[in-house]
């Protein structure tokens, strides 16, 4: 991330933006026609480990992290995140907020047995969530032994 070091003038000018509700973060737009969605397992399916996750996508490209180009980002997988992330922020990477920042359209999970859930958030070049967001639908499947 980022790191911007702000002379107090530009300062003063970016929390008059914020307060008259212009975002300040520059997040890349993502056009209306845009949808993330996870091809499967579908909501609600019984599967055994390890899981195949498909990641659907409509109205955008995907693209490699760190490279910029039109309409395009990348996938991440949030498993057993308990609250959706900060979507005016670049993601986190850890357990529960995986990056497929080499243009991957799946993966593979190994998850104990149980229910878990499953949701993506697109992404642009620099891992900040598109304006307007593009959320998947969060999906429950339940692991068997
Ligand atoms: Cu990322």
Known sequence: MKTRILPRLA?????????????????????????V???S????AK??????????LKGMGIAPAGIKFDNTGHHHLLIDAD???DLSQA???NEHNVHFGKGQTETTVTLPPGKHTLQLV???YLHTPNDPALVSKKITVTVEK
């Open 91 to 93: 993601l986190l990477a």
């Open 122 to 124: 697109f992404a642009d």
């Open 37 to 39: 969605y996870i091809v």
């Open 83 to 85: 609250a959706l992330a």
């Open 47 to 56: 599967v055994k480990g390890p899981v195949t996750v498909v990641f659907g």
């Open 11 to 35: 300062l003063g000018a970016a929390l008059t933006l914020v307060a008259s509700g212009v975002a300040f973060a520059d997040r890349t737009p993502s056009p209306a026609s845009a949808e």
């Open 41 to 44: 397992p579908k909501d609600g």
